[in-house]
C-alpha cells in the first residue's frame, strides 16, 4: 500500500473527516537548519476538533516540522496553510492569529510565581485554572520551585485559557510519571472536543493513540506511514518494530 510521496497509507480513514473545516495544512514541506534540509516533502492536514499525533524515533524530524509549522523556523520549500492561507509570518503572529505552540522545554519563568505565570496568557487566570484547578494550591509558588509536572502544567493552561484554535504540542510528557502524563493528554483531548485542531508529537506512543483521532509516523525527515489511530493502534508491535526503536543522526 502505497501513496504520493513515498508514505505508506493504513487506510482511507481519515478521508471520513473531510467535511469537517482544515485548521492548518502542510504541502510539500521542506525544512531545517542553515543548509540541511531536515524534513522533506511532508504533507498533512489538522482538522477542527482533531487530534493528530506525529510520531517516531529519535532524530525523525518531528520537532523541526512543528517548528516550520509553528514559524519559528522558515521553510525551505513547499508551504503551511493556517485557516484556508498560505502564511509565513512569524510565530508571534501565528499566535495572535489564534496557534498556541507548547515547545518540549518547560515555558516557564523560573522567578515569577505559579499566579504570575498563569497571568501572562491572554486568557486570564480563572480560565488557566479551569484547566488545571490543582494549580490553585500553588498559585504563591516561584514557577521553579514547581515540580515537572506543575510546570508542564502551567504552560498548558497558560496556553489552552485563550481557546486556541491551533495547539501545536512538543513532548509534553517529557520526564514526567505516568499519570501526570495522563492528565496532560486529558487536557488536549478537551481542547479538541471544544473544536481545537491539535498536532501532537509524544514519545508515550500507545498513550497518544488513545486520544488521536489519526497518526503520521516520522522517519529520516518523511512522513513513513499514515493512518487514522485505531488503524495505527492496529499494527503498533508493527510500527514499533520498524520505526520507533530506530535512531536516526538528523536533527529531531
Do not use: W
Not at 502551567?154 to 509534553?172: F, K, Q, T, Y
Not at 510528557?173 to 491539535?198: Q, T
Not at 513513513?224 to 526503536?245: H, N, P, T
Amino acid at each position: 500500500m502505497s501513496a504520493e510521496r513515498g508514505a505508506d497509507v493504513v487506510s482511507t480513514g481519515a478521508r471520513a473527516a473531510a467535511d469537517v473545516p482544515v485548521v492548518a495544512e502542510v504541502r510539500g514541506m521542506c525544512a531545517g537548519y542553515g543548509n540541511v534540509a531536515v524534513v522533506n516533502d511532508v504533507d498533512l492536514v489538522v482538522r477542527a476538533g482533531h487530534v493528530v499525533t506525529l510520531l517516531g524515533p529519535n532524530g525523525a524530524g518531528k520537532t523541526t516540522t512543528l517548528r516550520a509549522i509553528a514559524g519559528q523556523i522558515g521553510l525551505r520549500s513547499g508551504e503551511v496553510r493556517f485557516a484556508g492561507r498560505a502564511t509565513r509570518m512569524p510565530m508571534h503572529r501565528r499566535v495572535r492569529s489564534g496557534m498556541a505552540y507548547i515547545p518540549e522545554n518547560r515555558a516557564v519563568f523560573r522567578s515569577l510565581s505559579c499566579r504570575d505565570n498563569l497571568r501572562l496568557g491572554s486568557g486570564g487566570l480563572a480560565a488557566a485554572l479551569a484547566v488545571f484547578p490543582q494549580l490553585e494550591k500553588r498559585l504563591d509558588v516561584p514557577g521553579g520551585l514547581l515540580s515537572g509536572g506543575e510546570q508542564q502544567m502551567v504552560g498548558l493552561a497558560r496556553a489552552l485559557s485563550r481557546r486556541p484554535r491551533l495547539i501545536i504540542a512538543d513532548e509534553l510528557s517529557l520526564g514526567l510519571a505516568p499519570l501526570v502524563v495522563d492528565e496532560l493528554l486529558a487536557a488536549i483531548r478537551s481542547a479538541a472536543d471544544d473544536g481545537a485542531a491539535v498536532l501532537l508529537v509524544e514519545q508515550h506512543v500507545r498513550k497518544a493513540l488513545t486520544i488521536a483521532d489519526e497518526g503520521h509516523v516520522m522517519n529520516r525527515g518523511r512522513i513513513a506511514l499514515s493512518g487514522s489511530a485505531a488503524e495505527l493502534v492496529e499494527r503498533i508491535d508493527e510500527i514499533e518494530g520498524a520505526y520507533l526503536s530506530l535512531a536516526t543522526a538528523d536533527e529531531g
